[in-house]
């Protein structure tokens, strides 16, 4: 009898180790439209394998590259429902969490990398906060790279565009803002969706980075392309407040500081791999004519207009604007 209770407690004993080391283990469902083997996947997984290593196995990533999750803010319904707790985001799915960070994708407002850089720093703890007052904890800002046209045809003049079949990313007021301000009538379609779009004729130009342009395969689309880019696609990898939240402080402090270098490494190695893409489709594409020669006063004109209207709109943030254009003159006025 008594090697029997001792026997029972024993098993008992081992299920609530069991039980225990379970609980210690944290699973975070993270999506990204990243294709397996770009630039973006290869540095996820590398930060998945250090999280895992680092918390002994407590913290695991679980990744769903390629759109498999869906589009953007399919992933953020997912999240919102629990079925996901983390995602890496372009600009459009920051501006369904918090719409006034894409005033760093403002067309033609910066000159450079180090200016985004400046700007960037200066206010990233305002975005942060935007973001955590969202229900989102932001881990790592990125970049999808710099922004071109690419279209099936050319161009002759910047006139045309307001004739061709735009496409636009379903649901993304900031760029519908922008396409409307210079008379384009953009075809919106999930990103998801772009690929048959271009094979079909539904859409004839669209509005990418060369990297993101060969790794979703719509360079094979397009043989023309602008050589001015207009932005810089900003993206951001964050995971809701109500996974963080649930984290013991080790595992919030590990995944939080993670985050610096894992925004080092996407930034760097986005901006490397972009310009070896560019180069690579500048063989392959022509120039669009009506691109050569951008009026940047015009534009500029437009773009002031635009953000205005946005800000009107409370899609975009005045004073958070007001930041954007203090530290974007204080850095150039530290240059001369």
Do not use: C
Not at 75 to 80: A, N, Q, Y
Not at 197 to 217: E, M, R, W
């Amino acid at each position: 009898m008594r090697r029997y209770l001792f026997g029972v407690l024993y098993a008992f004993a081992l299920l609530g180790m069991t039980v225990a080391h379970a609980a210690d283990t944290y699973v975070l469902k993270f999506a990204t439209l990243a294709p397996s083997g770009s630039t973006w996947m290869k540095a996820f997984d590398a930060w998945g394998k250090e999280l895992a290593t680092r918390s002994q196995g407590r913290l695991v990533v679980k990744f769903y590259p390629g759109g498999i999750s869906g589009d953007e803010p399919d992933m953020l319904k997912k999240i919102r429902f629990g079925q996901l707790q983390g995602a890496a985001l372009s600009g459009h799915g920051i501006g369904e969490i918090f719409p006034p960070a894409r005033i760093l994708e403002t067309p033609f407002l910066f000159r450079d990398h180090a200016e985004i850089d400046a700007v960037r720093a200066a206010i990233l703890p305002t975005i942060e906060t935007g973001f955590r007052n969202n229900q989102y904890e932001l881990i790592a800002w990125m970049e999808v790279g710099n922004i071109h046209f690419f279209s099936t045809k050319p161009l002759a003049s910047l006139d045309e565009l307001a004739r061709r079949r735009i496409w636009q990313w379903q649901g993304d007021r900031f760029i519908d803002a922008f396409f409307k301000a210079n008379g384009w009538s953009p075809v919106a379609l999930p990103i998801t969706e772009v690929y048959t779009g271009l094979s079909t004729g539904l859409v004839d130009t669209v509005v990418s980075t060369p990297l993101a342009s060969i790794a979703l395969q719509w360079a094979g689309k397009t043989p023309y392309m602008s050589t001015q880019p207009i932005a810089t696609g900003i993206g951001a990898v964050v995971v809701s407040n109500r996974f963080y939240s649930g984290l013991p402080a080790d595992l919030q402090a590990l995944l939080k500081n993670s985050g610096i270098s894992l925004s080092q490494t996407l930034i760097a190695d986005t901006r490397r791999d972009d310009l070896k893409s560019l180069a690579v489709l500048a063989k392959r594409t022509q120039p669009m004519a009506g691109m050569q020669n951008v009026d940047l006063a015009e534009q500029t004109v437009r773009t002031r207009k635009t953000i205005d209207a946005l800000e009107a709109q409370h899609y975009l943030s005045a004073e958070l604007d007001r930041q954007v254009d203090a530290a974007l003159n204080r850095y150039r006025s530290g240059k001369k």
